[in-house]
């Protein structure tokens, strides 16, 4: 019996949009979320990623592109998570639900699932979450940080769930750091 190969998913972030490759070139499936073609089609710049948008919708009527959002279950997850990592407060919205959308296809797809973006913060997270990632023309983490919110003048550490943005003592602006090794 010949074993087949498993079909790669290739999870797409607004970032790798706008290095503007050519998608349609990939054999792989790709998702995205509506929230990352949102970014995309901000209206300030919407004339500068014009070809971009056009490649987008090319590749989502040729159904080589799906664009799907996750279920609430694995958004939930995916914020547990970033709590952990301390990524909660430097994850957007669009960023949550594009892991999110990964952790979903990698558990239920039976396919590899592969997320591709530059932001180290997602990486990060993906880290954390044993998901696949990747980067273009750029190189990725290489190490998992744990990070915990402070303040640069008391020296005052708070939660990183913590919304504030500055120091209950002081007022200073509050920073992000990685957390030192115990």
Same mark, same amino acid.
Request: glycine share 4%.
């Given at each position: 019996?010949?074993?087949?190969?498993?079909?790669?998913?290739?999870?797409?972030?607004?970032?790798?949009?706008?290095?503007?490759?050519?998608?349609?070139?990939?054999?792989?499936?790709?998702?995205?979320?509506?929230?990352?073609?949102?970014?995309?089609?901000?209206?300030?710049?919407?004339?500068?990623?014009?070809?971009?948008?056009?490649?987008?919708?090319?590749?989502?009527?040729?159904?080589?592109l799906i664009i799907r959002d996750p279920k609430e279950e694995y958004i939930n997850r995916t914020l547990d998570?970033?709590?952990?990592?301390?990524?909660?407060?430097?994850? $957007? !919205?669009?960023?949550?639900?594009?892991?999110?959308?990964? *952790?979903? *296809?990698? /558990?239920? $797809?039976?396919?590899?699932?592969?997320?591709?973006s530059n932001d180290y913060t997602v990486q990060n997270l993906c880290s954390e979450m044993n998901i696949k990632?990747? $980067?273009?023309? +750029? !190189?990725?983490?290489?190490?998992? +940080?744990?990070?915990?919110?402070? &303040?640069? $003048? &008391?020296?005052? !550490?708070?939660?990183?769930?913590?919304?504030?943005?500055? &120091? /209950?003592? &002081?007022?200073? !602006?509050? +920073?992000?750091?990685? +957390?030192?090794?115990?």
């Open positions: 019996m010949i074993a087949q190969k498993k079909i790669s998913i290739l999870i797409i972030d607004t970032n790798i949009f706008l290095k503007g490759i050519d998608i349609n070139i990939f054999k792989e499936k790709m998702y995205t979320t509506h929230k990352i073609i949102d970014e995309i089609k901000v209206l300030k710049y919407q004339n500068k990623n014009r070809n971009i948008i056009n490649r987008i919708e090319v590749a989502v009527n040729k159904e080589q998570a970033s709590k952990i990592t301390g990524d909660v407060n430097a994850l $957007s !919205k669009a960023d949550i639900e594009l892991i999110a959308l990964a *952790l979903e *296809l990698m /558990e239920t $797809s039976g396919e590899e699932v592969t997320l591709y990632f990747n $980067s273009i023309f +750029k !190189k990725g983490i290489k190490n998992q +940080k744990i990070f915990e919110l402070y &303040c640069p $003048s &008391c020296k005052e !550490k708070y939660s990183t769930e913590n919304i504030l943005k500055y &120091c /209950e003592v &002081c007022g200073s !602006k509050l +920073k992000r750091r990685p +957390k030192k090794r115990e």
